[in-house]
């Protein structure tokens, strides 16, 4: 998992990770919802993507290295 964040404060979260699956790597965007207690997968979307799957760690690493240098996580992505 690369990140995690609460939708509401009803128990949902959205999550970011990375997987492989027919050897294609992928980045999957996820809401999650509480059912009897536990995290459930709902919607999403997932998306090809260039970066290895074993890269994750380079991910967390980049993020980290965001967070120490006091990034504002809703500015460390360029979306234009």
């Known amino acids: 998992m690369i990140a995690q964040w609460w939708k509401n ?3 949902d979260s959205v999550r970011v990770t990375l997987a492989t699956y027919a050897d294609r ?3 999957d965007l996820r809401t999650w919802f509480t ?3 536990e995290l459930q997968p709902g919607k999403g979307s997932a998306a090809e993507s260039e970066a ?3 890269s ?3 991910a967390r690493q980049g993020r980290s290295e965001s967070d120490r240098a006091g990034v504002d996580p809703c500015q460390r992505w360029d979306v234009r």
């Open 9 to 11: 404060r009803g128990g």
């Open 25 to 27: 790597n992928l980045i």
């Open 35 to 37: 059912a009897d207690g």
């Open 52 to 54: 290895p799957a074993a």
């Open 56 to 58: 994750r760690g380079g």
